[in-house]
């Protein structure tokens, strides 16, 4: 279950995920913003954060104007690793090296498709396993 949040710059980008997302029918949860007023994005990253660490959900998109504000809020919590990707190589090296499980972009950064694609390389990566990588992972957790 994907854990799915955005502020007001975000929106519109959200809804075209979400139209993919049920086109190829994998679950997820529209945390909000629901309609284009001016909203905070701590909100809502908050939101897809408690989803995450409660295990309701296993992964998260969050979207704000730039992406910046609403992974920094995520990254703020332990068990979180949220990723900001502009690309599909970061995408799926983030997913491949540091097991991210939250994918944040930026709506008024990214065109539609590349975002798309930005998503389809995240939920598509597996986490590698290699030793090297979990150590690191681990470190990022516990240091
Ligand atoms: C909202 O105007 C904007 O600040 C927000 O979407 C985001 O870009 C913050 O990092």
Do not use: Q, W
Not at 108 to 113: A, D, P, S, T
């Amino acid at each position: 279950m994907i854990a799915v949040g955005s502020d007001h710059g975000g929106l519109e980008l959200k809804k075209f995920i979400m139209k993919y997302l049920d086109e190829a029918k994998i679950e997820y949860k529209d945390l909000g913003t629901y309609t284009s007023g001016s909203v905070d994005y701590p909100v809502y990253g908050k939101r897809v954060v408690d989803a995450i660490l409660s295990k309701e959900c296993d992964k998260g998109i969050l979207i704000c104007g730039t992406g910046i504000g609403i992974s920094i809020m995520a990254n703020r919590y332990k068990g979180i690793r949220a990723a900001l990707c502009s690309d599909c190589f970061s995408a799926e090296a983030t997913r491949l090296h540091n097991d991210a499980n939250v994918l944040a972009l930026g709506g008024r950064v990214l065109g539609e498709e590349l975002a798309l694609k930005i998503v389809k390389t995240f939920l598509e990566t597996p986490f590698s396993e290699d030793e090297r990588h979990k150590r690191r992972v681990e470190m990022l957790e516990n240091f």
